[in-house]
């Protein structure tokens, strides 16, 4: 393959010391149909079914609206990125090129830190309720025992080897459709034998107070189609399987989305779901046509194949939880080794475990990460599971997003910068598609990031119903202030995490720096690490 020159300025200098070394221990053992349940993994997240299914029947119309103009140009804006530049980092690499290693850098810690605050926030809070509300109560120092472990169960998948690793996305991704799929299926006998709740046609129709209330978790739900990126160089063919895998899975999460919320709003009460439990009461609710039954105050009791069943599909929950969390850091934290490595951070963090061939450093790190999160938000909220929920869910959307308004415009201006770059698969209708996919998925994840910070957003203007104080979370009902704080105050601290990392590389910079006169000097070319090939070249 013949690779761009220097002077194009595709490639960049290798600014690691020993990053070749580091280079060398990636394995390419990631084909296709891994990939494929990769993204089945990330895509479908366990965690918000709830909140969506807790604003009732407009959460379908709004998720269909979404999945029009928000998951297509997604889609298509990461598939053209992710074959074009097909190299380690995927996400960091795209905006490095764009924009530079600064704002790539500071970038790309928003990105990775957004993996622990979900995973050490709402994935663990739900998993520990799961097991609360199926096995055995967890008082006291119990609850903190449980979800630590948690987290590092998943901490020891994520440093495995891909040859091992990959296995854990698969195994999530089928759980998932197992899970669901039983789900919908007991629906079926449950509504044969007790009937279900009607839903008026009216309760369909899409207002705005749902939209903002919708937005960032059905957006969420949609994201995380750039996350095999980061491990371009450890598949067999990533310009071939990227795109077609984003195709496939994108379809099987929409099916795998839509069916369980109507589902959920077929059996509960509206009153009765909640954001953080709905999906796991609603589960209850259905198993009992295997054994058990509804008391007349609404509590589920499951008993003889009803309960087993029913401790079968929460033990298939609380995995496919922790599989999404892998999966994400899988790729979150490979991106993050590649900018220590480049001199956007601490060039320690920077390396590949020569045994495993996987940030390590960063994998553990983010546990780490997670663990004090999961005990300061525990302690913070004296143990209330809602509270801790809505906080950590939108810190983490907020974070991710954020990130995303820097990532997704890299489609435009490497667009423009390398219009020679080879595109496997190019977003169709030209300049005109090339923007629109960005403009769309651009804004909407900033105006999500918006209605974050301050839920009601718009609510009340311009004559509109609703008061924005209702659409606070309701375990921080009239509590804005403490709301917003929660969210504020540690994307401040992300910020300056990210500030801290950058000066922290300096050192690898300067040295990059002088390799790069001492190739001039020589009269060589130095290495370079990002070389995609151009569409004259030789293949």
Not at 526 to 536: I, L, M, V, Y
Request: aromatic share 12%; glycine share 12%.
């Amino acid at each position: 393959m013949t690779q761009a020159t220097p002077s194009s300025g595709l490639s960049t200098p290798d600014l690691s010391e020993g990053w070749s070394e580091q280079r060398s221990r990636l394995r390419k053992e990631l084909r296709r149909i891994d990939v494929l349940f990769f993204l089945i993994c990330t895509l479908v997240g366990l965690d918000t079914i709830g909140s969506v299914a807790a604003q009732g029947p407009q959460g379908l119309t709004w998720m269909a609206v979404l999945a029009i103009v928000f998951f297509l140009p997604y889609g298509l804006l990461v598939a053209e990125l992710g074959a074009a530049f097909p190299v380690e980092g995927g996400p960091y690499v795209w905006t490095r090129l764009a924009f530079g290693r600064l704002v790539a850098g500071l970038n790309q810690v928003l990105y990775w830190l957004s993996n622990p605050v979900w995973l050490g926030g709402s994935l663990c809070i739900i998993a520990l309720t799961t097991w609360e509300e199926f096995f055995t109560p967890l008082p006291g120092l119990w609850k903190y025992a449980a979800g630590l472990a948690f987290i590092w169960i998943g901490a020891l998948a994520v440093i495995q080897s891909v040859r091992v690793g990959k296995w854990v996305p698969t195994i999530g991704a089928v759980a998932r459709i197992v899970l669901l799929g039983f789900f919908l299926f007991s629906v079926v006998v449950y509504a044969v034998e007790h009937g279900v709740h009607a839903l008026p046609a009216g309760q369909f129709s899409p207002t705005y107070t749902g939209f903002i209330a919708l937005v960032p978790v059905l957006i969420f739900n949609y994201v995380g189609f750039e996350l095999p990126s980061s491990a371009a160089e450890e598949m067999t063919n990533p310009r071939r399987d990227i795109p077609l895998s984003i195709l496939r899975s994108g379809f099987a999460s929409l099916i795998l989305y839509g069916g369980p919320i109507l589902g959920i709003l077929f059996v509960l009460p509206a009153k009765e779901i909640g954001s953080l439990a709905g999906f796991i009461d609603a589960c209850k609710a259905v198993f009992t046509v295997y054994g058990g039954h509804i008391a007349p105050d609404g509590t589920v009791v499951l008993s003889g194949a009803g309960w087993v069943l029913g401790g079968i599909a929460a033990a298939g929950l609380i995995l496919g939880l922790l599989t999404s969390g892998v999966t994400w850091a899988m790729g979150a934290h490979r991106a993050q080794a590649v900018a220590c490595a480049d001199g956007a951070g601490p060039a320690w963090l920077g390396k590949f475990s020569e045994r495993h061939g996987t940030p390590v450093r960063v994998n553990l790190l983010s546990s780490v990460l997670a663990s004090i999160l999961l005990i300061v938000a525990l302690n913070l909220t004296s143990g209330d599971g809602e509270k801790y929920f809505a906080a950590g869910l939108g810190l983490a959307i907020s974070t991710t997003f954020i990130s995303y308004v820097i990532t997704f415009p890299s489609l435009v201006v490497l667009r423009r910068k390398y219009p020679d770059a080879l595109r496997p698969y190019s977003v169709p209708g030209g300049r005109f598609g090339v923007w629109a996919v960005t403009v769309l998925a651009t804004g909407l994840v900033a105006f999500t990031v918006v209605v974050l910070l301050w839920p009601g957003f718009g609510v009340g203007w311009f004559g509109t119903a609703g008061s924005a104080a209702h659409s606070l979370p309701p375990s921080f009902a009239g509590q804005r202030l403490q709301y917003t704080l929660s969210q504020v105050v540690l994307l401040l601290l992300f910020f300056g995490i990210g500030a801290l990392f950058y000066a922290w590389g300096a050192p690898a910079r300067r040295r990059a720096r002088e390799a790069e006169a001492a190739a001039a000097r020589e009269g060589r070319e130095p290495d370079h690490r990002w070389a995609p090939a151009e569409s004259s070249a030789e293949q």
